[in-house]
C-alpha cells in the first residue's frame, strides 16, 4: 500500500480576505509537498477548485506543481481532479498542460480527472447543470490520450472539435502517457473506472468498512476491463481520510476533540452538493461540533475504530492503517487537518513517513511507474508520424542540436 497527501489551498476564516495571509497559507501547502518528498511520501495531490472561499482557493495546482517539481526529487504530482468540461476550456489545452507537467516532473505526473464537485463550482464557467458534465466526461478523457499519441489529431465531436489535423505538443515525457486516474464517489463510478482500465480517486466520509462493496466493485470490473482507456491498466483505489500522528499521544486526540477538525467538513457539505454529505450533516455556517462535545473519549475511539480517522502515536496509527489494506485500497491519502498547526503537520509527515509507511510500502517504485513502464504501445498510433518507429525513443545526442541552436 501507498501513501500521499492531498493539498486543496485551504484558507479558513478571515485569512481567506486577507491577501498576506492567503500567500503564506498557499506557500505554506507547498512546503508540506517538499517535505513529504523527503520522507517516503510517495504522492502529493493537488486539488483544482474555483471560487469556493475558504474551502479552497487553489484554482491553478498547475502552477504550483511546477514549483514543487522543481524542489522535489522522488514524489509523484497529480491533479485532484482536472475537470474536464470543453466549456470550462478547450480540451487541446488538458493535453498540452498535462504533457507539460509530465516534461518538468520527468514522469512524476498524475493525471486525475473528474466532472467538477459542486453546483457554485462549475456555475463560475456557466455550468448550471451539473449532470451534463458526464457526457462531457466520456467524450473528452478518451481524446486527450489520442491527443498526446498523434501527430495528426482531428476531431469532430458532439461537444468540441479540432477540424484539422494538427500536432498537439508537447508529447508525453518517456515512454507511454501519465497514468490516468477519474474522481469516484457511488459503486457505479468505481465500476466505470475498473472497467477504463484507470485509477480511482475516492474520498472517505464514512466507516471504512462500508467501503469495500465501493472498492469490490472497482476490483470485479478491473479484473477484466471493457476498454483500457490508455496504453496500459493503472489498477488503483485511492481513498482519503484524516491522519493525527505525532509522538505525543495526547496532543494528538487533543486535536481530534476540538471543534478545529470538523470545520473543513462544513465547508465540504457546503460546496459539494453532488455527493452525500458527512455523518453530521453539518453545513457552513453553522458550527462545527467538536467530539469532546459529545462526550468523553470513548467517543474518539469509536470513530478511530470506524476507521472515519487515525489518530495517535506511529503504533498506534500502524494498527489503523491496516483497516485500508483489510478493504483494498491501494493507495491512502491524508488532507490537511484543522485544528493543527504548520509545525504539527511537518511534524505529522516526518513522523508518519519515516514510522508508519515503512512497515507498509516495501516497494521503492511506485505503482503507477510499473504500470507505465509495461506499456506496449500507442493505443492511437498516428497515421502521419514524421519520425521513424525505429528512432521514436531515441535520445538524439547534443552535438546534433546545438547546430540548430546556433
Not at 454529505?277 to 467538536?290: E, G, H, N, R, V
Not at 525505429?390 to 542540436?401: G, M
Amino acid at each position: 500500500m501507498e501513501f500521499g497527501i492531498f493539498l486543496n489551498g485551504f484558507v479558513p476564516g478571515p485569512a481567506a480576505h486577507d491577501r498576506p495571509s492567503e500567500h503564506l497559507a498557499l506557500m505554506r501547502e507547498l512546503d508540506l509537498a517538499i517535505k513529504a518528498d523527503k520522507h517516503n511520501w510517495k504522492y502529493a495531490w493537488f486539488g483544482e477548485h474555483h471560487s469556493l472561499t475558504e474551502y479552497s482557493h487553489m484554482s491553478a495546482p498547475e502552477v504550483l506543481m511546477g514549483y514543487v517539481a522543481g524542489k522535489t526529487e522522488r514524489i509523484h504530482l497529480g491533479t485532484g481532479i482536472n475537470s474536464l468540461s470543453p466549456r470550462k476550456e478547450h480540451p487541446v489545452r488538458y493535453a498540452e498542460r498535462a504533457a507539460m507537467l509530465d516534461h518538468i516532473t520527468e514522469g512524476r505526473f498524475e493525471w486525475g480527472t473528474g466532472r467538477g464537485a459542486g453546483s457554485h463550482e462549475v456555475a463560475s464557467f456557466n455550468i448550471m447543470d451539473t449532470s451534463s458534465t458526464k457526457a462531457e466526461w466520456d467524450e473528452v478523457a478518451p481524446e486527450i490520450v489520442r491527443m498526446w499519441e498523434q501527430y495528426d489529431y482531428s476531431f469532430q465531436g458532439e461537444h468540441f472539435t479540432v477540424p484539422t489535423p494538427h500536432n498537439i505538443l508537447p508529447k508525453p515525457y518517456g515512454h507511454s502517457h501519465p497514468p490516468i486516474w477519474m474522481a469516484c464517489g457511488n459503486p457505479p463510478s468505481f465500476a466505470k473506472a475498473g472497467s477504463l482500465g484507470i485509477g480511482a480517486i475516492a474520498f472517505n466520509f464514512e466507516p471504512i468498512f462500508e467501503l469495500k462493496g465501493r472498492i469490490d466493485a472497482y476490483k470485479e470490473a478491473a479484473a477484466n476491463p471493457v476498454e483500457v482507456l490508455g496504453d496500459y491498466q493503472n489498477n488503483n483505489v485511492m481513498m482519503t481520510n484524516t491522519v493525527i500522528c505525532l509522538n505525543d499521544r495526547k496532543r494528538a486526540r487533543e486535536i481530534a476533540m476540538n471543534a478545529g477538525l470538523g470545520y473543513l467538513v462544513t465547508l465540504v457539505n457546503l460546496y459539494h452538493d453532488t455527493m452525500p454529505k458527512s455523518l453530521d450533516a453539518i453545513t457552513w455556517p453553522q458550527p462545527p461540533i467538536a467530539l469532546g462535545q459529545l462526550g468523553g473519549e470513548e467517543i474518539l475511539d469509536e470513530v478511530i475504530k470506524a476507521g472515519m480517522m487515525l489518530c495517535g502515536t506511529p503504533e498506534e496509527v500502524c494498527e489503523q492503517v491496516a483497516a485500508y489494506q483489510t478493504v483494498g485500497c491501494d493507495q491512502v491519502v491524508f488532507g490537511l487537518t484543522g485544528g493543527m498547526t504548520f509545525e504539527e503537520h511537518l511534524e505529522m509527515l516526518e513522523v508518519f513517513g519515516d514510522q508508519v509507511i515503512p512497515e507498509f510500502d516495501k516497494n521503492p517504485e511506485h505503482s503507477t511507474a510499473v504500470y507505465r513502464r509495461n506499456a506496449q504501445g500507442p493505443k492511437y498510433p498516428s497515421h502521419n508520424n514524421p519520425v521513424p518507429a525505429d528512432l521514436r525513443h531515441t535520445v538524439i545526442p547534443e552535438s546534433a542540436i546545438l547546430p540548430l541552436q546556433q
